[in-house]
Nanobody, 123 residues
Framework: QVQLVESGGGLVQAGGSLRLSCAAS????????MGWYRQAPGKQRELVAS???????NVVDSVKGRFTISRDNAKNTVYLQMNSLKPEDTGVYYC?????????????????WGQGTQVTVSS
């Protein structure tokens, strides 16, 4: 069983900062890519940023220069540092990870999601 537990969301004024964390736990053999998605009210979930196991990162244009994704492989944790927040960044932020799980003699690869953390940016 694998769990992703997020933390760090909250209410912040425009221009402020938040740092999200997501820790993976369970029978993990290897974590491949990790990422952050967000879902604004009435909109589809969208990718915000991703990071490979080697540390290569990608962020969408709307947050480029403001958000930074990073990971600590020793802690199975991914972070999202969000600066210069805007009201349009409001939404539920979800952590995602592509994980190879140990199941006895076997390993299975699956996509896992966190429970989501609310980020609200007031104008």
């Amino acid at each position: 069983q694998v769990q992703l537990v997020e933390s760090g969301g909250g209410l912040v004024q425009a221009g402020g900062s938040l740092r999200l964390s997501c820790a993976a736990s369970g029978n993990i053999f290897q974590i491949n890519a990790m990422g952050w998605y967000r879902q604004a009210p009435g909109k589809q979930r969208e990718l915000v940023a991703s990071v490979t196991s080697a540390g290569s990162t990608n962020v969408v244009d709307s947050v480029k220069g403001r958000f930074t994704i990073s990971r600590d492989n020793a802690k199975n944790t991914v972070y999202l540092q969000m600066n210069s927040l805007k009201p349009e960044d409001t939404g539920v932020y979800y952590c995602n990870a592509d994980i190879l799980v140990s199941r006895g003699y076997y390993r299975t690869r699956s996509d896992y999601w966190g429970q989501g953390t609310q980020v609200t940016v007031s104008s």
